[in-house]
Nanobody
Framework: QVQLVESGGGLVQAGGSLRLSCAPSTRFLSLNDVAWYRQAPGKQRELVAVITRGGSTNYADSVKGRFTISRASAKSAVYLQMNSLKPEDTAVYYC?????????WGQGTQVTVSS
């Protein structure tokens, strides 16, 4: 099964930064439109940021001005640069298509922001 593999999470203090990476489990999959999602404990998964094949980006209001989504030039990876992190950003972060059909969801990467 083709999946997108997330990495780069960790524990950081409020105000700190992390850079997440999203790459396909097989080198034969090019990344076109890709979204980052997050799911906090007891909450539904929410869309955080989207980047299209053409490079257009869109962000949830809660992360605008703090998070930046980008992609490698070879479309082999998508990144999420997260600055000025807040405790409410604590969640498991996933990447996938922005709309159905979705790929199988990966394990995600845990981001924990301490106050």
């Amino acid at each position: 099964q083709v999946q997108l593999v997330e990495s780069g999470g960790g524990l950081v203090q409020a105000g700190g930064s992390l850079r997440l990476s999203c790459a396909p489990s097989t080198r034969f999959l090019s990344l076109n439109d890709v979204a980052w999602y997050r799911q906090a404990p007891g909450k539904q998964r929410e869309l955080v940021a989207v980047i299209t094949r053409g490079g257009s980006t869109n962000y949830a209001d809660s992360v605008k001005g703090r998070f930046t989504i980008s992609r490698a030039s070879a479309k082999s990876a998508v990144y999420l640069q997260m600055n000025s992190l807040k405790p409410e950003d604590t969640a498991v972060y996933y990447c996938n298509h922005p709309t159905p059909p979705f790929l199988d969801w990966g394990q995600g990467t845990q981001v924990t922001v301490s106050s």
